[in-house]
């Protein structure tokens, strides 16, 4: 496995990194999250990103990996713990700390991120916004002092948000979701850009869109024509034919995409079975994708490089939602859980 610098913090991460969120309950749970875990690290992943808000995979995760003696970089985030949760709150963020590294098993770890502090209504993590401020800035700091992290990040799924926060050069790392795969481009001027210009390290997360990308044969479904734009079913029909005319499966199409930005330093993969992870890395091994793939690739983003308002960041292609319904799911997902 491929090896890349995660910016300025200097580490070593494998182009493929594990995402934690059904490293949890919500798959296998621990004996599947060790099989999973071992083959990983047969295979040369050496990263694994977690939160207090997958369920409960830290726990899992530290059960899965407490034998394994291979070194792993591994990343866990701030937000949702304890219940009622309060940013402003510095002494329960360190308690959130502490009982991340319990449940993990580790006296460090190597990135702490805050998890969406890009949805001022959901947390709000910031006493003063300009200049940036907060108890959070303090915490990490004085964790970073102790050694109780190694560095530090943000994990977002907003563009004009997260790119504020990343200019103001306060974190050595950046998670962006949604917003960068095979037909979604928004982070690729914005976040993405900016991050790259700090040398910050750079997580690509939900690669895959959290599915709807490996689905797109659904957009022929008649509940979804009721809501997609005219442009969007066109972008996602011309997707469809480019996955057949190239043979590949969506999943390897998606990677080999992602894989070829070296601003990008790893992509975390929601794998529930050796098989998939298995999958995931020999799409990876085939490199980038074709010049002509590629080439066909941009033009059917270019169709639509931009959501349109109040789209739903994660399409629910394939599901039964129609109507004033969706509407209401689509405001349900767009203040969610970020999920890898």
Partial sequence: MQTRKLGRTGLDVSLLSIGGLYTSSLAGGVSETKRIM????????NAVDTAPAYADSELTLGNAIADLTAPLVITTKLGGRPTPFDPQDANGLRASVEESLRLL???HVDILMIHEPDRPQQYPWWSSYDPLDGPVLEVIASLKQAGTIRFSGLAGTTVNEMTYLVQQNKFDVVLTAF?????????DSTVI????????????GSVMGQGFLTRPHSVSDPHNQVWLADARRQQLEQYVQLL???GMSAVELCL????????????????KTIEQLEASVAAVEKG???VDVRSR??????LLPYRPYEEPMILPLGKNYHGPGIANMGAAVQVGKLKN
Avoid: W
């Fill in 256 to 271: 080999r995409f992602a894989i070829e930005d070296p601003r990008i330093h790893t992509i975390p993969i929601g794998c």
């Fill in 288 to 290: 980038p994708l074709p």
């Fill in 244 to 246: 057949d005319q190239s």
């Fill in 193 to 204: 850009r900016s991050a790259s210009a700090r040398e910050m390290g750079i997580v690509l």
């Fill in 105 to 107: 098993g580790r006296d």
């Fill in 38 to 45: 071992q083959k990983a690290v047969d295979l040369g992943i």
């Fill in 297 to 302: 690739l941009d033009e059917i983003a270019a």
């Fill in 179 to 187: 917003n960068y795969n095979a037909l979604f481009r928004e982070a």
